[in-house]
């Protein structure tokens, strides 16, 4: 009977160990690690052989225009003289919290856009939660957020590239 109650004992404290084991894992992931800052974003530079900055900053406003609910209010800034385009746009992710249920979250995040002869640059960073003011600082947030930025950075380029044809914008000419 003393044999049966120290199996017993023994086997409840096993559970008890792995249950917390798995308990610190899950805690301990890498979802939870933290994301350096400069990490945050994402920037790429576009090349668009043969055309002029006037051409670029045409298509980067038009861009906007299509991509956004409301271009005017994405824009802070626009001035051709210098080639620069700033903005804050919004976007949904959705965040694997380890349960059964995903959660969504929105973030503001910054965009700069510059342009001149043959080239351009998106910049997309910056982030903070809409509803709390704050920075995502954890995998979980931060990576999910890069990759819509490299997402729309993709957008961007092959608009760029193309004025629109081959995008859901199409092209100004066949209509």
């Given amino acids: 009977m003393i044999k049966k109650g120290i199996k017993g004992e ?31 974003g994402h920037k790429q530079v576009v090349e668009v052989s043969g055309a002029d900055r006037q ?15 409301s271009g005017k209010d994405v824009v802070q800034e626009k001035n051709l003289k210098t080639g620069r385009i700033i903005g804050r746009g919004i976007t949904t992710i959705e965040v694997d ?11 503001s995040y910054s965009m700069i856009i510059d342009v001149k002869a043959g080239r351009a640059r998106i910049q997309l960073g910056d982030y903070t939660h809409v509803d709390y003011g704050t920075n995502p600082q ?12 490299k997402e729309l950075a993709a957008d961007f380029e092959l608009y760029l590239r193309t004025g629109g044809a081959g995008t859901v914008a ?4 066949e209509w």
């Fill in 10 to 40: 023994i086997m409840k404290n096993v559970f008890l160990l792995l249950a917390a084991s798995f308990f610190l894992m899950a805690c301990g992931g890498p979802r939870y690690a933290v994301v350096p800052l400069e990490e945050h």
């Fill in 55 to 69: 051409l670029l900053f045409d298509r980067a406003s038009e861009w906007i225009a299509i991509n956004y609910v």
């Fill in 97 to 107: 919290s380890g349960g059964l249920v995903n959660t969504y979250a929105r973030y």
């Fill in 138 to 149: 954890m995998a979980l947030f931060v990576r999910p957020l890069n990759v819509s930025m």
């Fill in 170 to 173: 199409g092209s100004n000419d």
